[in-house]
């Protein structure tokens, strides 16, 4: 449950913040793109283990998805934040794979 | 495009009720699990894309502070009788999740609305009024997938 919602919302946060970045005159469309992508990640990474878990997923995924864009257009493409976001992204990877290890 | 989205507002509105009372029906079944998941994303979904709507309808005649306000009131109200089906843990669950979906909705409403205040170039009004079709038109179809979902979790 927990794997699915730190691996969903990371991967929707970091493409609505880079899609936002490339293509700022269609909001909407992104945001849409980056929801879905959210949703698929989420739902297919918590539906390795259970149904519930599927749902954990999907709704972690639209949420971080949806709300991905605002903070991608208030920054207004700082190269020192998209740096950042993309380690945030590695560093909660590392952190999954040793978790699956642990346990 | 009013007449459009009042018309998904109510479809929307009528989905919550059948998911509710469906939730409602078989309440003696759940585990704390099940009852805490289930509070969770119904409430989160439902009122985020109930709160977009209403403020894509009402944004430009109340105010963002208000909207926020009746947005966030409404889905801590929504979550917390999703939530009440189950144990307290799962009351709490709820509320949390649909005061965050509240304040998100409200949130995308006032940015499709006018993507300055993040921002983003502005856009013309027949663009605007576009955009804010295709969000809701999206809601929904999100709404639908996920009750979906949320039915189908019975029989699992």
Not at chain 1, 75 to 96: G, T
Not at chain 2, 102 to 124: F, H, K, Q, W, Y
Request: net charge positive.
């Amino acid at each position: 449950m927990n794997i699915s919602m730190v691996i969903g919302g990371m991967v929707a946060v970091n493409s609505g913040v880079l899609l936002i970045t490339q293509f700022p005159f269609s909001y909407t469309i992104v945001t849409i793109i980056s929801a879905v992508i959210g949703i698929v990640i989420g739902g297919v990474v918590g539906a390795l283990f259970d149904y519930q878990t599927f749902l954990t997923g999907y709704v972690n995924g639209l949420m971080m998805g949806i709300m991905a864009p605002m903070i991608g257009g208030v920054v207004q493409s700082n190269i020192f934040f998209i740096i950042f976001i993309e380690l945030l992204l590695l560093s909660s990877i590392v952190l999954v794979l040793s978790s699956i290890k642990r346990s | 495009m009013h007449g459009l989205l009042v018309t998904l507002f109510l479809f929307n509105f009528v989905l919550f009720f059948i998911i509710y009372k469906t939730l409602r029906r078989s309440r003696r079944l759940y585990e704390d699990r099940f009852a805490m998941i289930a509070a969770m994303s119904s409430s989160g979904i439902f009122s985020m894309v109930l709160s977009m709507i209403l403020s894509l309808l009402l944004l430009d005649w109340i105010g963002l502070t208000i909207m926020i306000a009746i947005t966030t009131i409404f889905g801590s109200l929504l979550g917390v009788l999703f939530g009440a089906l189950g144990k307290y843990q799962s009351v709490l669950a709820g509320y949390f999740s649909g005061l965050i979906g509240g304040m998100m909705g409200t949130m995308v409403g006032a940015v499709v609305l006018d993507p300055r205040l993040c921002g983003l170039p502005g856009e013309i009004a027949s663009t605007i009024s576009q955009n804010a079709l295709i969000m809701g038109v999206f809601g929904t179809l999100v709404v639908v997938f996920s009750s979906w979902f949320i039915y189908f979790s019975f029989r699992v």
